[in-house]
């Protein structure tokens, strides 16, 4: 039997290899075990489906409500692809006791995946993930056929998108956003997104442009990511049919990336900074601001400007996710593109994180690059890189040890001021400048992320970084 582990955000594999009806079947089994030993006051028992646009998710998706209906569950199976914020909506929406998403999000196509959702409607904290882990093969699979389980009306097969759509048009000012005349174009990297936009704003004075929207399994040939290698062809079309601005959405839609409206590539670190500064400048919001530690520091120097908390997490949203849960957070960010807003699921939510950046042009009316000008002007440059290089497992607690021992006297030319080593090893130089070197959860890959004022101050942090590779 294959190892299933879950990591960073559920559990993914190679679709024929180790994600197979049969594995799929044993963590279904599992998660019904788990959630009847640990029962919510206030949760029925009760799941919520969903399924992306990946080879076979569909059939994934309907294997997974016939496991929970076998187990006594009512299941509410989505009737199409649907973006993963609009399952962990509907769990939190219909007090579910949790939810799954049959996605593995930004991989290669040749994977799928296994995202668990909680009754909050953000993801499985930790110790729920360990405790499936655990309950692998305990008990023999029970399973319903979905058409029998429909007839008895243990599984309903419903259209989920409408309350996810109504729940975040009212968290922004919608109406602000209808008569804006804004003209955006959706690269929805052939992701469950596709189309979002265009219902969304459906009827305004809004021009929705959706690029590479068809359902292909391939993707493409990209991995449906919201980074720069991936843009090319919709970078191409913008500079030729300019926009206001372009949003991305990942594939399965809970991460958001952008371009100008030219098709110039605008990083996630750049619109989390607008995000915040639209937040406290525009809506006058206050609270804490939660980032994963290796989203830029900008952040933090805002946040040292307006007076407000900031809280470091590991990587990976479920962190994120449990300082939303404790309250107060004003917005939660992560470097790959997640962002969490209050008043919603503690949850990544790409399509509402669009909407956010509507709102901000709406309300500024300039554009996005006179934006991001005006945050350099204010908090100096910023520039980043990451490098994902083959690094065995065996080593990398040798090499993380390494670092903790011998960490660098400076960053470039600034004096290093801190080490953190809870989640991999991040430098910090007191200029703001950083390096972190940190493993993957689940593959013999190390990553190296730098942020310094400029390119060539990053290219040189990451030689920095692989150098120290070799060390070991």
Same mark, same amino acid.
């Given at each position: 039997?294959? %190892?299933?582990?879950?990591?960073?955000?559920?559990?993914?594999?190679?679709?024929?290899?180790?994600?197979?009806?049969?594995?799929?079947?044993?963590?279904?089994?599992?998660?019904?075990?788990?959630?009847?030993?640990?029962?919510?006051?206030?949760?029925?028992?009760?799941?919520?489906?969903?399924?992306?646009?990946?080879?076979? *998710?569909?059939?994934?998706?309907?294997?997974?409500?016939?496991?929970?209906?076998?187990?006594?569950?009512?299941?509410?199976?989505?009737?199409?692809?649907?973006? %993963?914020?609009?399952?962990?909506?509907?769990?939190?929406?219909?007090?579910?006791?949790?939810?799954?998403?049959?996605?593995?999000?930004?991989?290669?196509?040749?994977?799928?995946?296994?995202?668990?959702?909680?009754?909050?409607?953000?993801?499985?904290?930790?110790?729920?993930?360990?405790?499936?882990?655990?309950?692998?093969?305990?008990?023999?699979?029970?399973?319903?056929?979905?058409?029998? !389980?429909?007839?008895?009306?243990?599984?309903?097969?419903?259209?989920?998108?409408?309350?996810?759509?109504?729940?975040?048009?009212?968290?922004?000012?919608?109406?602000?956003?209808?008569? *804006?005349?804004?003209?955006?174009?959706?690269?929805?990297?052939?992701?469950?997104?596709?189309?979002?936009?265009?219902?969304?704003?459906?009827?305004?004075?809004?021009?929705?442009?959706?690029?590479?929207?068809?359902?292909?399994?391939?993707?493409?040939?990209?991995?449906?990511?919201?980074?720069?290698?991936?843009?090319?062809?919709?970078?191409?079309?913008?500079?030729?049919?300019?926009?206001?601005?372009?949003?991305? %959405?990942?594939?399965?839609?809970?991460?958001?990336?952008?371009?100008?409206?030219?098709?110039?590539?605008?990083?996630?670190?750049?619109?989390?900074? +607008?995000?915040?500064?639209?937040?406290?400048?525009?809506?006058?919001?206050?609270?804490?601001?939660?980032?994963?530690?290796?989203?830029?520091?900008?952040?933090?120097?805002?946040?040292?400007?307006?007076?407000?908390?900031?809280?470091?997490?590991?990587?990976?949203?479920?962190?994120?996710?449990?300082?939303?849960?404790?309250?107060?957070?004003?917005?939660?960010?992560?470097? *790959?593109?997640?962002?969490?807003?209050?008043?919603?699921?503690?949850?990544?939510?790409?399509?509402?994180?669009?909407?956010?950046? +509507?709102?901000?042009?709406?309300?500024?009316?300039?554009?996005?690059?006179?934006?991001?000008?005006?945050?350099?002007?204010?908090?100096?440059?910023?520039?980043?890189?990451?490098?994902?290089?083959?690094?065995?497992?065996?080593?990398?607690?040798?090499?993380?040890?390494?670092?903790?021992?011998?960490?660098?006297?400076?960053?470039?030319? *600034?004096?290093?001021?801190?080490?953190?080593?809870?989640?991999?090893?991040?430098?910090? !130089?007191?200029?703001?400048?950083?390096?972190?070197?940190?493993?993957?959860? %689940?593959?013999?890959?190390?990553?190296?992320?730098?942020?310094?004022?400029?390119?060539?101050?990053?290219?040189? +942090?990451?030689?920095?970084?692989?150098?120290?590779?070799?060390?070991?």
């Amino acid at each position: 039997m294959a %190892t299933v582990k879950f990591g960073t955000d559920g559990w993914r594999a190679v679709i024929a290899e180790d994600f197979t009806f049969t594995n799929l079947d044993r963590v279904s089994q599992a998660t019904a075990d788990y959630w009847k030993a640990h029962p919510v006051p206030g949760a029925e028992l009760k799941v919520i489906v969903g399924y992306d646009r990946r080879f076979l *998710s569909d059939q994934f998706g309907r294997r997974v409500a016939e496991v929970f209906a076998g187990n006594g569950y009512q299941v509410v199976l989505t009737s199409e692809p649907t973006p %993963t914020p609009a399952v962990s909506f509907a769990v939190k929406d219909q007090k579910a006791i949790g939810g799954v998403m049959i996605t593995a999000s930004h991989n290669p196509p040749s994977f799928n995946g296994f995202k668990l959702k909680s009754h909050y409607g953000g993801p499985a904290e930790p110790a729920v993930c360990q405790g499936v882990e655990l309950l692998l093969d305990h008990n023999p699979v029970r399973a319903q056929d979905l058409n029998a !389980a429909v007839k008895e009306g243990r599984v309903a097969i419903k259209n989920i998108r409408p309350a996810h759509y109504r729940a975040i048009k009212n968290l922004v000012d919608f109406k602000l956003i209808a008569k *804006s005349k804004l003209r955006f174009a959706h690269e929805a990297l052939f992701g469950v997104g596709a189309g979002c936009f265009n219902e969304l704003l459906a009827g305004t004075t809004c021009n929705v442009t959706t690029l590479n929207g068809a359902h292909d399994v391939l993707f493409g040939g990209i991995n449906p990511e919201p980074i720069e290698k991936n843009y090319g062809r919709s970078a191409a079309y913008l500079k030729k049919h300019p926009h206001d601005v372009c949003l991305v %959405t990942d594939g399965d839609a809970d991460r958001v990336g952008a371009m100008d409206g030219r098709g110039n590539y605008l990083s996630t670190h750049q619109l989390i900074c +607008l995000l915040l500064h639209h937040f406290v400048v525009n809506r006058k919001g206050r609270g804490r601001v939660v980032k994963a530690l290796t989203t830029t520091s900008m952040m933090d120097k805002m946040c040292a400007a307006y007076g407000l908390e900031l809280v470091e997490t590991g990587v990976g949203f479920k962190y994120i996710c449990a300082e939303m849960l404790k309250g107060d957070v004003l917005i939660g960010a992560e470097e *790959s593109g997640g962002i969490g807003f209050p008043g919603h699921v503690p949850e990544r939510d790409g399509i509402l994180a669009g909407l956010m950046l +509507l709102e901000l042009l709406a309300t500024e009316k300039v554009s996005v690059n006179k934006l991001i000008a005006r945050l350099e002007k204010q908090f100096g440059p910023h520039r980043y890189g990451r490098i994902d290089t083959h690094f065995p497992l065996e080593k990398r607690a040798a090499l993380m040890d390494f670092c903790v021992k011998n960490p660098p006297a400076k960053l470039l030319a *600034s004096p290093l001021a801190d080490v953190k080593s809870y989640d991999g090893v991040k430098f910090v !130089a007191e200029d703001g400048s950083w390096l972190m070197l940190r493993g993957s959860g %689940t593959e013999p890959i190390l990553r190296i992320y730098a942020e310094t004022k400029s390119d060539a101050g990053v290219e040189k +942090l990451l030689k920095m970084g692989m150098q120290l590779t070799r060390k070991v």
